[in-house]
Nanobody
Framework: EVQLQASGGGLVRAGGSLRLSCAASGFTSRDYAIGWFRQAPGKQREGVSTIVCSDGSTYYADSVKGRFAISCDNAKTTVYLQMNNLKPEDTAVYYC???????????????????????WGQGTLVTVSS
């Protein structure tokens, strides 16, 4: 059984940085994408970034492009989301989830199948004060 655990959230001032971690276990193949998503109070969940660890393909939402960076560790068991120059509008609960890839696709294509992600955990709260 695949399990994902997000951590690393906290309270930070605007302009600050945080690094989120998504610890994954139980994968039996390398054909998967791991995505970060966020949900702010009163808003729908949105895709933030996705990575296909097997080939390094990445995707970023326009709202975080140039500020956030997603990466996998060498063992491909932890995915990080480095968040720099945080803004109050980045305040949300951040979740990680995975998508099994039944055929080769880019991270951008994987993010387009948001409904196919599973393994949602409790998320980690990021609060950015102005």
């Amino acid at each position: 059984e695949v399990q994902l655990q997000a951590s690393g959230g906290g309270l930070v001032r605007a302009g600050g940085s945080l690094r989120l971690s998504c610890a994954a276990s139980g994968f039996t193949s390398r054909d998967y994408a791991i995505g970060w998503f966020r949900q702010a109070p009163g808003k729908q969940r949105e895709g933030v970034s996705t990575i296909v660890c097997s080939d390094g393909s990445t995707y970023y939402a326009d709202s975080v492009k140039g500020r956030f960076a997603i990466s996998c560790d060498n063992a491909k068991t932890t995915v990080y989301l480095q968040m720099n120059n945080l803004k109050p509008e980045d305040t949300a609960v951040y979740y990680c989830a995975y998508l099994v890839l039944t055929f080769k696709m880019t991270a951008a294509q994987a993010m387009g199948i948001m409904g196919g992600y599973t393994g949602w955990g409790q998320g980690t709260l990021v609060t950015v004060s102005s």
